[in-house]
């Protein structure tokens, strides 16, 4: 016997309580995918449920009508599943209001981000997402989506054109700018967007970009809850625990974290529900990008390499958790600001737990996309850190090295892999065309979009690369990591 669909008209009949009340639209997220609604909604949900407020959220997709075509039968509104070894809980989720596909009809995504009631516009977009050189956070303006915005700037494509046209349009009706936040991992993601939106809006109208850079806000933050994507076994989940049907849920672990800072303006009850607010997010970004991505990013391409599917069979493979553990200590904290009355070795040892969380199936090839947008910030920038102190690099080099294996395209045992990175036709290309070990790390690194043109002219790092590359092909992942902890221990 079928469910009843998860709808506003069914919503009585849930197994689960459902007390919110549907907010009014005060807020508008660009990229409207599963971590938003699993971790960003949460916090708006609970900050309405506490204090009020008309803080619904508009919901855009900048690519995809899938999300909206899911999420509009059902009146967005959808469950939010948390997952541990004890406990299966499920909350159905009221604060998504309208989901709105940029490319149908940008116009609307730009009314609703100009409209009174619109205080708040966050962004969770992946790293890909800003259209800039991850080596230096330049905007990158012969992308192609940027050359399209600023030759139309009406109607854009990139969330920086939206942004900007939406200020614009703000400007021009005599309307205060909109707080904007966005939640991706990188490295003073506030300060970056605001400097990839002002020299976009630079490049249009000069006076505008004053008046951005004077008067609108961009906070920066850090996000942290492990989010995998949704499969059929959640889909399932959802059924049996709301007794409804439920085409868009999300799982999440219980953990949670978003810490940002201080900004003036309207905004939902969120110190009530858990958020930090905070002078300056840096060390808290640092350490979560730096020994959490970090670590993911470590774990999905040895993981990977290694056969596991998921981060929880990754780490449970005592040659890899060793390899974390010593990445961490050796390598990373003594080169990672923590923030103060932290204590690191905690913080790494609730990683661990949470990694070991079996119930959250996160791939280790959904943590690998990207990788090319990513290692800048996770890997990079310790590397970096380090060789300017005539430090050891041998754990973090082995990661790119694994990264370089992986976006060759073809495990160790010659089955394709299914790369996805904006620069994946190119990797493969290049480092394909090559033979042998120090040529394919050398083409590789030539990718200065990626190394800037300090690391991949470093010969500490191109030599420390090259041998722990050698050593994946030779004897692959597994015992890679064993003979680099042999290393190591001499």
């Known amino acids: 016997m079928s469910l009843p669909r998860l709808s506003s008209a069914n919503v009585g009949l849930a197994r689960v309580p459902v007390t919110a009340m549907r907010p009014a639209p005060g807020i508008v997220h660009l990229g409207i995918g599963a971590f938003f609604r699993a971790q960003t909604a949460v916090y708006i949900e609970e900050a309405i449920a506490k204090a009020g407020g008309d803080w619904g959220v508009i919901g855009v997709s900048l690519r995809s009508p899938l999300q909206r075509d899911l999420l509009a039968p059902q009146d967005c509104l959808y469950t939010a599943i948390e997952r541990d070894t004890r406990h299966t809980r499920a909350t159905i989720m009221t604060v998504l209001r ?20 619109t205080h708040i516009v966050t962004l969770t977009i992946t790293e890909k997402g800003y259209c800039h050189d991850p080596a230096n956070g330049a905007l990158n303006v012969e992308h192609p989506e940027i050359k399209h915005d600023l030759a139309n ?72 809850r492990i989010v995998p994507a949704t499969t059929q076994r959640d889909i399932d989940d959802a059924a049996r625990l709301t007794g409804l049907a439920d085409a868009a849920p999300v799982t999440h672990e219980p953990y949670r974290q978003w810490v940002i800072e201080t900004f003036a303006g309207p905004r939902p009850a969120w110190d009530q ?47 890899l958790k060793d390899f974390v553990i010593r990445l961490w200590r ?121 190394f800037g043109t300090d690391l991949s002219a470093d010969a500490r790092f191109r030599d420390a690369v090259i041998l722990s590359y050698e050593a994946l092909k030779k004897i692959g992942a597994k015992r890679a990591v064993m003979a680099n902890a042999m290393t190591q221990a001499m």
């Not at 065309?433 to 979009?449: I, M, Q, R």
């Open 153 to 224: 700037p009406r109607a854009p494509k990139s969330a920086v054109g939206f942004i900007v046209e939406a200020l614009r349009l703000r400007k021009e009706r005599g309307l205060t700018p909109f707080v904007t936040i966005t939640c991706d991992n990188l490295p003073k993601n506030g300060k970056l967007l605001r400097g990839l939106v002002c020299a976009f809006a630079d490049r249009i109208d000069p006076e505008l970009g004053r008046w951005i850079a004077s008067a609108a806000t961009f906070p920066s933050c850090m996000v942290d």
């Open 330 to 450: 050796d390598e990373i904290i003594p080169a990672t600001a923590i923030p103060q009355g932290v204590d690191a070795l905690s913080y790494t040892d609730a990683l661990l737990a949470r990694y070991a969380n079996s119930e959250i199936r996160h791939r280790t090839w959904q943590i690998a996309m990207d990788g090319s947008q990513k290692l800048p910030q996770r890997i990079l920038e310790t590397v970096r850190a380090r060789l300017e102190q005539n430090l050891p690099i041998d754990r973090l080099s082995l990661v790119v090295a694994a990264w370089i294996r992986y976006v060759r395209g073809i495990d160790e045992s010659g089955t394709d892999i299914d790369v996805r990175d904006p620069f994946a036709a190119d990797l493969r290309t290049a480092i394909g065309k090559v033979g042998n070990s120090a040529d394919e790390v050398k083409a590789a690194l030539a990718f200065t979009a990626i």
């Open 273 to 319: 529900c858990g958020v930090q607010f905070v002078a300056d997010v840096a060390p808290y970004e640092n350490m979560k990008l730096r020994l959490l991505n970090a670590s993911h990013s470590a774990l999905a391409y040895l993981g990977y390499l290694s056969g596991y599917e998921t981060i929880a069979q990754a780490i449970a493979d005592d040659g």
């Open 98 to 117: 309208e989901v709105l596909v940029a490319p149908e009809n940008p116009a609307a995504v730009l009314e609703r981000m100009a409209a009174p009631s």
